[in-house]
T-cell receptor, first 112, second 113 residues
């Protein structure tokens, strides 16, 4: 069984730039959720993708967008980066979007 | 909006003692309640979960209880060990209608040897 993987591990961008983060789901899972975790905080739900469609969204602006591909991998895109976007971005996969989610190792994004 | 409150924010216990972490949720449609353990610099790891049709679930030294009426659920760790030291997060999710998944603010547990 292959676990959830994310790339890149670390990323440094400047304010106003755009970034794309990638996630491969655990084998057998068809649903991917994305979270933002600021230092010392709990993960904040950004959105979930199920069968290539957005299936739910947290309180994040439209400059946070995503995609899911036929192989269930997913991308998180953030446009017009702001300093407050600096955080650990986690993806998690599950089967059919119900129940247990398993997290990837995260991408640490720093916006300067 | 919906939220999950988690208490305490920090908890120190002696090795061998029990630890209890409590969460309260606001969305009555929530139907799934996982608990995650996150060690420093690592990903959150699912340690136990419970669904809304169950009142209690146990897995070795870890147990979770759910009171749907009070919208309250708790994590119980017995016979704590130093390796239990980590940050613990509760979460509540609803899979009816639009999917939502809300985490608590975390509890830093220190088990003192």
């Amino acid at each position: 069984e292959t676990g959830v993987t994310q790339s890149p591990t670390h990323l440094i961008k400047t304010r106003g730039q755009q970034v794309t983060l990638r996630c491969s789901s655990q084998s057998g899972h068809n649903t991917v959720s994305w979270y933002q975790q600021a230092l010392g905080q709990g993960p904040q739900f950004i959105f979930q993708y199920y069968r290539e469609e957005e299936n739910g969204r947290g309180n994040f602006p439209p400059r946070f967008s995503g995609l899911q591909f036929p192989n269930y991998s997913s991308e998180l895109n953030v446009n017009a980066l702001e300093l407050d976007d600096s955080a650990l971005y986690l993806c998690a996969s599950s089967l059919d979007g119900v129940g247990a989610e398993y997290f990837g190792p995260g991408t640490r994004l720093t916006v300067l | 909006g919906e939220n999950v409150e988690q208490h305490p924010s920090t908890l120190s216990v002696q090795e061998g003692d029990s630890a209890v972490i409590k969460c309260t949720y606001s969305d009555s449609a929530s139907n799934y309640f996982p608990w995650y353990k996150q060690e420093l610099g690592k990903r959150p790891q699912l340690i136990i979960d419970i669904r809304s049709n169950v009142g209690e679930k146990k897995d070795q030294r870890i147990a979770v209880t759910l009171n749907k009426t009070a919208k309250h659920f708790s994590l119980h760790i017995t016979e704590t060990q130093p390796e239990d030291s980590a940050v613990y997060f509760c979460a509540a999710s609803t899979t009816s209608g639009t999917y939502k998944y809300i985490f608590g603010t975390g509890t830093r547990l220190k088990v003192l040897a």
